[in-house]
């Protein structure tokens, strides 16, 4: 695919969604990847503002809680806009550094969005999940595949 059409799917994606693609949604990401050298570079051939340090970009969610991603904006608005009440980075029993994305009424919420991604990320997540089950924290986990293509959300928290 040639880089006018990639930069004009992007665009395409942009005015439908009023937000750039994430590569794992855009079908295009590797041929965006081939042309410019790394998706971010074709983000910003697009005209956009890429997110090139992971977490380096925060999101204000509806209800003025920061988001370490676009993905955990989603997940906080669907939260408020259901009227569940809910806190942003709890810290994990014993471990004050280490927090969980979400907690809703006694059950924490994490987004594992860059599971199998990351091998740093991927040693947290393991950290995380040995705290889960050490502390008996009830504990709903949240992957891309639940937000992407369609939001599954109500599904997953069985919310009605």
């Not at 004009?8 to 081939?34: M, N, V, W």
């Not at 370490?68 to 906080?76: A, G, Q």
Request: glycine content about 4%.
């Amino acid at each position: 695919m040639p880089a006018e059409e990639v930069m004009r799917k992007i665009k395409e994606f942009y005015l439908k969604h009023g937000r750039i693609p994430l590569k794992r949604e855009f079908l295009s990401a590797k041929a965006a990847r081939l042309r410019f050298g790394s998706w971010n570079k074709a983000i910003e051939a697009a005209g956009y503002k890429s997110n090139p340090v992971m977490f380096a970009l925060q999101y204000l969610s509806k209800d003025g809680h920061k988001c370490n991603s676009f993905s955990e904006k989603i997940i906080d608005d669907w939260l408020y806009e259901k009227n569940i009440k809910h806190k942003r980075s709890v810290p994990y029993p014993g471990r004050q550094r280490l927090t969980t994305d979400f907690v809703t009424d006694g059950n924490w919420i994490e987004f594992f969005g860059l599971s199998g991604e990351v091998k740093k990320y991927d040693a947290l997540l393991k950290k995380k999940l040995r705290l889960v089950k050490k502390y008996k924290l009830p504990l709903t986990a949240i992957y891309p595949k639940h937000l992407f293509p369609q939001n599954q959300l109500a599904t997953i928290l069985k919310v009605k």
